[in-house]
């Protein structure tokens, strides 16, 4: 375990340290070359619904998805922790259902690339659930775009408070 981190800081640093000789910003590199920003986007003046995006700070496609919510209204508390593991514990997620971020809106929690619109519908229909997750890292999701990347097909699901899920939303390319 110690020699597989050890082999990542160096990675991530000699990926950073490339990046910055050949003049990119600072911005985070994660996940298949997406680039986000170091910081979610200033939602101040959102009149939208409160969500809370618990992420690492290493994690380029967490801010990249925030922009997407952004955009969708909602009003963004930035809660950035090296401690996701225990987040996704607390809040329930089981490895097979996991995504980068979690996040937290009006009592449900949204796993991973949740695109807004299927996050509006579940605050409007307010279902029985503990929440949504849309496992992985699904390319072409929010968060997930970008040139380059070749959007697939993603189901986002709903998780039940025993922990099944069922199809809650289905996105096709």
Known sequence: MRSQM???L???ALLLSGALLLGHSPAVWAHGGVQGAETMPDTSTASGPAITIMRSASCGCC???????????????DVVTEEMDRVKQQHGIPDE?????TAVVEGYVIEGHVPASSIQRLLMERPSIKGLTAPGMPMGSPGMDG???TPEAFEVLAISADGGTSV??????
């Open 6 to 8: 050890i082999g990542w």
């Open 10 to 12: 160096l990675r991530s």
């Open 63 to 77: 801010t990249k998805w925030g922009e997407h919510i952004a955009a969708a209204g909602f009003a963004i508390t």
């Open 97 to 101: 259902l996991a995504s980068c971020h």
């Open 147 to 149: 040139p380059g990347i």
């Open 168 to 173: 809650f939303d289905h996105y096709s390319p």
